[in-house]
RNA sequence: UCCUCGAUAGCUCAAUCGGUAGAGCAUGCGGCUGUUAACCGCAGGGUUGCAGGUUCGAGUCCUGCUCGAGGAGCCA
């Protein structure tokens, strides 16, 4: 069967011919002499009105029609003389492929929470708050892609089963074959993994960095971007299960290179967005957050600010202001440290450099002072950390030892060390949280509201 | 995991001091109109999250549990 994308046929210059479309039944206004249609395809958020006369053939099927029903409809695209809309389909013909029986049909027209429509979330795809977030997260999944092909990066399928926990980041997800109710034992009573499907213990990925590492090593500028999994009992309204990260790494950069390509790609996503994605975002604005575009645009119009960690905590001492974790060099910088920061005191991102070594990740480039790692976190109005990145420590007596120092075993990375023993070279790279971002770009405040179907404590529907 | 708040019709919410559980939307039926959150009339719809307790009487007060939301921590 032949059949047009809406939003196709609401771009042409103008009305006239013969159309046929397909999809889903949003709003029917009908009367003894006339029905309104509204039939959205997904290609866009407005749907198309279709008119179906009393003398058509096909007004007594279309009477049938309720909200979430499908059909196919064919007619002539033609001026629309009511207000809102500039074409609609005078329809010929209709052909219903299923009816929704409106006494259970979940998505009503008017006032459903967001809360609710998590319960149904098989069909919250079908409002237009989730066909408008997840075409924003089309359109900004897409721009990761573009951005990194743009500039020759690589794009590595790094595993999503590991053996290797990368810097402890969150509890693992086990990944086992074994019958839980009696696996294998060894002689002093614990699990014998080595009786697993992989003879060891493994686990899903919390992160493709040091995989990709390696890559960065032979090909130079690289970036993953996939699925990746923390099994924390993180109850929040930024947190996932499973979520999807973007990281790119490159050869023979330092983290001046790494901040430029981390705000030059926040940048280029919000661009793209607002660019190819305007009927949907000006609708989550509308809907949910008057200050979505003006906060997005004033993304794009400024620099963002680059400051250490130590001249941070300089400012937060001299803000006066009564934190409820007082601010102390040495600490990590609390939710409330860094939304002072960049939502008063420079009111705009902020890129944070030079933290202390301890409260960061063994792999980080160590500084002269012995005590500061090249790392950098990338602080956005309103959410917080969106980026966190590091120059990687390429010394391998000093990888060694910081690992040492943590109590790791070497053995488990001699993959990773040999990137130090053979042709190592400076190299930096950046972790981003897509669904972080698709958050900030929709407004959206819940996490859970912009990915499919969302795995959290207690919750793994669907 | 911690703190706070919440759970009443399919959905969104009311219900005064502890005293007969209501409305809007949705649904069904009817009417009307180039309508667009359509409109007008009528009707049906409830074990007030679960389990106990106090009381003559509990949606309301008490205890426990379950689930949800917001904030914090952890983090991306």
């Known amino acids: 069967m032949k059949r047009q994308r809406i939003s196709d046929l609401l771009a042409r210059p103008e009305a006239?011919?013969?159309v046929d479309i397909a999809g889903w039944v949003r709003t029917k206004r009908d009367s003894k002499e006339i029905v309104f249609l509204n039939v959205n395809d997904g290609s866009n958020l407005a749907g198309i009105q279709v008119v179906v006369p009393r003398d058509a053939a096909c007004f007594e099927d279309a009477r049938k029609l309720t909200t979430g029903a499908s059909v196919a409809v064919s007619g002539r695209l033609v001026d629309s003389p009511g207000g809102k809309q500039r074409f609609e389909i005078l329809a010929s013909g209709l052909r219903i492929y299923g009816l929704a029986d409106p006494a259970t049909y979940?998505?009503?027209?008017?006032?459903?929470?967001?809360?609710y429509l998590r319960e149904v979330a098989h069909l919250r795809p079908r409002t237009n708050t989730f066909g408008a977030v997840f075409r924003v997260r089309n359109t900004a999944a897409d721009a990761v892609h573009r951005f990194f092909q743009?500039?020759?990066f690589v794009w590595i399928h790094t595993p999503i089963i590991t053996s290797a926990d990368a810097e402890g980041a969150g509890e693992l997800f086990r990944v086992t074959v074994l019958d839980p109710a009696s696996p294998p034992r060894m002689d002093d009573g614990r699990v014998d993994y080595r009786e697993d499907f992989f003879g060891r213990e493994t686990y899903l990925t919390v992160s493709g960095q040091l995989a990709v590492e390696n890559f960065c090593s032979a090909l130079g500028n690289v970036y993953t971007f996939g699925p990746t999994f923390r099994a924390e009992n993180s109850n929040t309204t930024r947190h996932l299960a499973e979520f999807w990260m973007i990281e790119p790494e490159m050869a023979f950069a330092d983290i001046h290179d790494d901040m430029d390509l981390a705000e030059e790609f926040l940048k280029y996503i919000i661009a793209v967005v607002l660019r190819d994605r305007a009927e949907d975002m000006s609708f989550l604005a509308e809907r949910y957050d008057p200050e979505l575009l003006p906060r997005l645009e004033h993304i794009l119009a400024s620099t963002f600010a680059r400051i250490t960690y130590t001249e941070a905590v300089e400012i937060l001492e001299r803000s006066g202001r009564p934190f409820q974790f007082p601010?102390?060099?040495?600490?990590?910088?609390?939710?409330e440290h860094e939304r002072y920061l960049c939502e008063e005191h420079f009111m705009g991102p902020v890129i944070v450099t030079d933290y202390p070594m301890e409260i960061k990740a063994f792999y980080m480039k160590q500084n002269d002072d012995g005590k500061t790692v090249r790392a950098m976190d990338i602080l956005f109005p309103g959410v917080g950390e969106i980026v966190g990145g590091s120059?990687?420590?390429?010394?391998?007596?000093?990888?060694?030892?910081?690992?040492?120092?943590l109590g790791m075993r070497e053995e488990t990375y001699w993959w990773y060390l040999d990137l130090r023993r053979y042709g190592t070279h400076p190299h930096c790279g950046f972790g981003l949280g897509f669904e972080r971002l698709v958050q900030?770009?929709?407004?959206?405040?819940n996490i859970r509201d912009v990915i499919?179907?969302?795995r959290t404590p207690k919750n793994a529907d669907f």
Do not use: C, H, Y
């Open 391 to 405: 120059q990687r420590e390429d010394d391998l007596e000093k990888l060694v030892s910081r690992m040492r120092a």
């Open 440 to 445: 900030f770009l929709t407004g959206m405040s």
């Open 150 to 152: 743009e500039r020759g």
């Open 16 to 18: 006239g011919g013969d």
């Open 452 to 454: 499919p179907f969302p």
């Open 106 to 115: 979940p998505i009503q027209k008017k006032k459903i929470t967001l809360e």
């Open 327 to 335: 601010v102390r060099w040495g600490m990590d910088l609390q939710t």
